[in-house]
T-cell receptor, first 113, second 113 residues
Framework: GAGVSQTPSNKVTEKGKYVELRCDPI?????LYWYRQSLGQGPEFLIY????????DSGLPNDRFFAVRPEGSVSTLKIQRTERGDSAVYLC???????????FGQGTRLTVV | QKEVEQNSGPLSVPEGAIASLNCTYS??????FFWYRQYSGKSPELIMS????GDKEDGRFTAQLNKASQYVSLLIRDSQPSDSATYLC?????????????FGDGTTLTVKP
C-alpha cells in the first residue's frame, strides 16, 4: 500500500482480555517499529524489527507484551491480560532501513475498561 | 533528565512570523535527527530529517544541528495557521541503538491569524 496501515483504528476491551493490533508497513520497508503514545507525551519506543527478527525489544514494558513479524512484512502486537494502564494510542512505523526516515501509520487507540 | 528535551510551550507566533523550535538530547552517539508534526488526534508526520552538522532547508522549514552542543532546532518561516500543531523532535542513536528513535514530548505551536 501507499502508507503504513494499522487495524483496528479503535479497540475497546475489558480489563484482563487479550488483544492483537496489526500493522502493515510500506511495501519494501525492512524496518518496522512499534511505539505507544499517551496524551501529552511523545511516542514511547516499544520494539524494532529488522526483517523477521526483533532487533531491539528493550521498550516492551513487561512480559504481557509480545510482537511478531513472521514473514518480514505484517506485524502483530499482542497484549495479554490487559490493564487499564495499557490504554494509549499504539503507533506503528516503518522505514526502508533501520537508519532511514520512519513513517507512521494512523495508530490504534486502545481503551481498556 | 529526559533523553530528549523540548519546551512544551505553547509557543504562539503571529501569521507570517518565524517560529523557532528547540530540542536538546543527551546521547552523544546519536546519529540521526528528525522533526515530526502532529495535529491533534492524528499520528506524527515526518517533516524534516538531518544527519550532519549545519543547516538543512526544505521550503519554509530549516533544520539546524549542532552535535557538539547536542542541540537541534527547527525554524518555520512565514508561519501559517495551518502550521499550528505539536512538533516532535526524535533522535536515533548509532551502532547498537540504530533503529530505535527517542522522542521528546513535543512543543505545541499556535500561529495566530
Amino acid at each position: 500500500g501507499a502508507g503504513v496501515s494499522q487495524t483496528p483504528s479503535n479497540k475497546v476491551t475489558e480489563k484482563g482480555k487479550y488483544v492483537e493490533l496489526r500493522c502493515d508497513p510500506i511495501s519494501g520497508h525492512t524496518a518496522l517499529y512499534w511505539y505507544r503514545q499517551s496524551l501529552g507525551q511523545g511516542p514511547e519506543f516499544l520494539i524494532y524489527f529488522q526483517g523477521t527478527g526483533a532487533a531491539d525489544d528493550s521498550g516492551l514494558p513487561n512480559d504481557r507484551f509480545f510482537a511478531v513479524r513472521p514473514e518480514g512484512s505484517v506485524s502483530t502486537l499482542k497484549i495479554q491480560r490487559t490493564e487499564r494502564g495499557d490504554s494509549a494510542v499504539y503507533l506503528c512505523a516503518s522505514s526502508e532501513h533501520g537508519v532511514t526516515e520512519a513513517f507512521f501509520g494512523q495508530g490504534t487507540r486502545l481503551t481498556v475498561v | 533528565q529526559k533523553e530528549v528535551e523540548q519546551n512544551s510551550g505553547p509557543l504562539s507566533v503571529p501569521e507570517g512570523a518565524i517560529a523557532s523550535l528547540n530540542c536538546t538530547y543527551s546521547d552523544r552517539g546519536s546519529q540521526s535527527f528528525f522533526w515530526y508534526r502532529q495535529y491533534s488526534g492524528k499520528s506524527p508526520e515526518l517533516i524534516m530529517s538531518i544527519y550532519s552538522n549545519g543547516d538543512k532547508e526544505d521550503g519554509r522549514f530549516t533544520a539546524q544541528l549542532n552535535k557538539a552542543s547536542q542541540y537541534v532546532s527547527l525554524l518555520i518561516r512565514d508561519s501559517q495557521p495551518s502550521d499550528s500543531a505539536t512538533y516532535l523532535c526524535a533522535v536515533r542513536g548509532g551502532d547498537t541503538n540504530a533503529g530505535k528513535s527517542t522522542f521528546g514530548d513535543g512543543t505545541t505551536l499556535t500561529v495566530k491569524p
